[in-house]
């Protein structure tokens, strides 16, 4: 079964940028849906950005035209670039896979977005 381990999180200064890595081990997810999702203190964790195995994507209206979910031709990572970053993107962010049943979670990762 795939597992999935992020990286690239962190500490940014407001309008800065970040790249998140989301490696999978055990196996490719070349046939998965991937997605970043993320929670805030306080809040429900939400869906930032998704991408299909064929390649097609979609991003919460938050994520629109500053971040960029993409996946590697030898679909063993997934990356999240951030840009324009502000407070409100403060949270723990965290990759998904999903085939049929299966619905795999990372440990999650911190971004913080502050001055």
């Known amino acids: 079964q795939v597992q999935l381990v992020e990286s690239g999180g962190g500490l940014v200064q407001p309008g800065g940028s970040l790249r998140l890595s989301c490696a999978a081990s055990?196996?490719?997810?070349?046939?998965?849906?991937m997605a970043w999702y993320r929670q805030a203190p306080g809040k429900q964790r939400e869906l930032v950005a998704i991408?299909?195995?064929?390649?097609?994507?979609n991003y919460a209206d938050s994520a629109k035209g500053r971040f960029t979910i993409s996946r590697d031709s030898a679909k063993i990572t997934v990356y999240l670039q951030m840009n324009s970053l502000d407070a409100e993107d403060t949270a723990i962010y965290y990759c998904n896979a999903r085939l049929l049943s299966a619905n795999i979670w990372g440990q999650g990762i911190q971004v913080t977005v502050s001055s």
């Open positions: 055990g196996s490719s997810f070349s046939g998965y849906v």
């Open positions: 991408i299909t195995p064929g390649g097609t994507t």
